[in-house]
């Protein structure tokens, strides 16, 4: 079993949806969750993270961790092409060092 | 916002050279820089933590005498592979961490060098 697991899509949604990206994990330990974006041939840019359980809101982005059933997710409101893209969630034990990642989850956006 | 800088961008090498890439971090101090290797639809797999003024920890499989691991500024980290074979062809990134006025140490990211091992 893989510590991080992500449905890798690609999932397709018309422009003004909102997305539900997902993440499930192994490792009960991990404490800090993080989703990052990474357009095609670019490196991963970080979105949002949090620490252990909650919500955080960030502009049309929402992260919410829930712990007890080891499943993150990222909500994406009115969602634009520019919102094209790979979603990596990452996780890790103790802050942004040796962070563990989903194998990504590519987002299409149409028009 | 921070910036991590990689170069090269893509290499091209033949088999049994070696190939170096750069990891600088343009506008802060990066102690602690980390490299990630990416194959086609999977995870990135972290390779190993660079320390300024030591040596290298490498994660579980990967071999130290394969990628050499060189951070010998606070601004700069240098991943080389030897006698590079095409299973070594990937995407390979780098990443270092930030201070941001937030006070949280953030991981920044390279924008990733492709190598392709004929």
């Known amino acids: 079993q893989k510590e991080v697991e992500q449905d890798p899509g690609p999932l397709s949604v018309p422009e003004g949806a909102i997305v539900s990206l997902n993440c499930t994990y192994s490792n009960s330990a991990f404490q800090y969750f993080m989703w990052y974006r990474q357009y095609s041939r670019k490196g991963p840019e970080l979105l949002m993270y949090?620490?252990?359980?909650g919500n955080k809101e960030d502009g049309r982005f929402t992260a919410q961790v829930d712990k007890s059933s080891k499943y993150i997710s990222l909500f994406i409101r009115d969602s634009q092409p520019s919102d094209s893209a790979t979603y990596l969630c990452a996780m890790s034990l103790t802050g942004f060092q040796k962070l563990v990642f989903g194998t990504g989850t590519r987002l299409l956006v149409s028009p | 916002g921070a910036v991590v800088s990689q170069h090269p961008s893509r290499v091209i090498c033949k088999s049994g050279t070696s190939v170096k890439i750069e990891c600088r971090s343009l506008?802060?101090?990066?102690?602690?820089m980390f490299w990630y290797r990416q194959f086609p639809k999977k995870s990135l797999m972290l390779m190993a933590t660079s320390n300024e003024g030591s040596k290298a920890t490498y994660e579980q499989g990967v071999e130290k005498d394969k990628f050499l691991i060189n951070h010998a500024s606070l601004t700069l980290s240098t991943l080389t592979v030897t006698s590079a074979h095409p299973e070594d062809s990937s995407f390979y990134i780098c990443?270092?961490?930030?201070?941001?006025?937030?006070?949280?140490?953030?991981?920044?990211f390279g924008a990733g060098s492709r190598l392709t091992v004929l």
């Open positions: 506008d802060f101090q990066a102690t602690t």
């Open positions: 990443s270092a961490r930030d201070n941001p006025s937030s006070g949280a140490n953030v991981l920044t």
């Open positions: 949090t620490y252990s359980s």
